[in-house]
């Protein structure tokens, strides 16, 4: 069984940063990309960001490009959200999330069949 295990989420300034860290057990780490998504109360759970198995290739949202850095440590089975230039638009529960395929690096939410439990980031002055 495939756990995500979140974690690093809290209280930023504006202009601040954070990193999420996302543990996983429960399968082969390196055979699957990993994706981070983030949802606000009575909104749908949005994409943000997706690494491939190896680490080499990335995507992201257009609202986080540029701010925010996905990465993973294959040894470590830990995927990371580094997070910088913080808005209070950022503010979300964010979700760690694991596909359903190998060799897939997806960005719809459909494509994930395995997620974290969430934390929460609140950025505010």
């Known amino acids: 069984q495939v756990q995500l295990v979140e974690s690093g989420g809290g209280l930023v300034q504006p202009g601040g940063s954070l990193r999420l860290s996302c543990a996983a057990s429960g399968r082969t780490f390196g055979w699957y990309a990993m994706g981070w998504f983030r949802q606000t109360p009575g909104k749908e759970r949005d994409f943000v960001a997706v690494i491939s198995r190896g680490g080499g290739s990335t995507l992201y949202a257009d609202s986080v490009a540029g701010r925010f850095t996905i990465s993973r440590d294959n040894a470590k089975n830990t995927v990371y959200l580094q997070m910088n230039s913080l808005k209070p638009e950022d503010t979300a529960v964010y979700y760690c999330?694991?596909?359903?395929?190998?060799?897939?690096?997806?960005?719809?939410?459909?494509?994930?069949?395995?997620w974290g439990q969430g934390t929460q980031v609140t950025v505010s002055s």
């Open positions: 999330a694991g596909p359903g395929r190998a060799a897939t690096m997806p960005t719809a939410l459909s494509e994930y069949e395995h």
